[in-house]
């Protein structure tokens, strides 16, 4: 999966790039990916994952909680200070349980995850507007899930944390056009911790027992045409094709990266 030509359709060098969540699988590559062509980095993600993942000395690592309106606001703060303003926003956060109906869903659960999927977006795209609204305006690009709209059994907080994530973002491209574009990244399974609990809760060396187990792995492994799940550069390439001009009449969109398991 190496090798791949990401500057093509890419952001011209000196984009000012934001990823929150910038530690896990997909946003580390993405960091890689968008360093090499050239682009300004700046990271935010939990003091656990920045201990865990050391991003590249030339990018800022600023620590935060996105579940709290505090934490995101000071850390926005730092931004500012860096660089007055914003290009592109990326938001990546995200975490799933395994299974569950609904009943047996504690509200706590309930909670924690709608605050780290859906409302940190929230949190995060008030404080990302205003630094998209001097020259040449702003991008933002959110990942939902093919769950959002192919709901399986026992994923009901997840599938509507990212429903809301699909619907938030267009919400937030039909008030911000012509200046600032929202689109979103819909992955089906993708080759990361996520898999295994999240980035900056287990590890990337764990093993994929509980996705097997609990989401049927193998099972789903044969509902994918191109015979596999995404790796983390399956992404990156779409989420960097939206945040350059090549995609400059798109805006409030949703694309699929799933291996044509889901054709919506």
């Not at 973002?169 to 089906?188: D, H, Q, W, Y």
């Amino acid at each position: 999966m190496n090798n791949i030509d990401f500057g093509r359709l890419a952001p011209k060098a000196g984009t000012r790039m934001l990823v929150v969540g910038g530690c896990g699988g997909i946003g580390r590559q993405l960091v890689l990916a968008a360093l090499d062509l050239g682009l300004e980095l700046a990271v935010l993600d939990t003091s656990l994952a920045l201990k865990q993942y050391l991003v590249p000395s030339n990018v800022k690592a600023v620590s935060v909680d996105i579940t709290d309106n505090v934490s995101v606001e000071a850390a926005f703060a730092e931004i500012k200070q860096l660089w007055g303003g914003l290009d592109v926003l990326v938001h990546l956060p995200g975490y799933t349980m395994p299974p569950t109906p609904v009943e047996d869903i504690e509200p706590a659960q309930w909670e924690d995850l709608v605050s780290v999927n859906l409302s940190s977006l929230y949190r995060v795209a008030r404080r990302a507007l205003p630094l998209m609204r001097g020259p040449g305006g702003g991008n933002i690009i959110t990942i939902a899930s093919g769950l959002a709209v192919h709901v399986e059994k026992g994923v009901s907080a997840y599938a509507a944390s990212k429903a809301g994530v699909i619907a938030f973002t267009k919400a937030l491209a039909r008030e911000n056009a012509p200046m600032i574009r929202a689109n979103v990244v819909a992955p089906g399974a993708v080759d990361t911790a996520f898999l295994r609990g999240g980035t900056g809760r287990v590890s990337d060396n764990a093993d994929k027992n509980w996705f097997d187990a609990s989401f049927g792995g193998p099972d789903i492994l044969k509902t994918i045409p191109m015979g596999r799940i995404a790796v983390p550069d399956d992404v990156v390439g779409p989420i960097l094709f939206l945040a350059g001009d090549a995609s400059r009449f798109m805006t409030g969109q949703v694309l699929y990266v799933n291996g044509g398991r889901l054709t919506p």
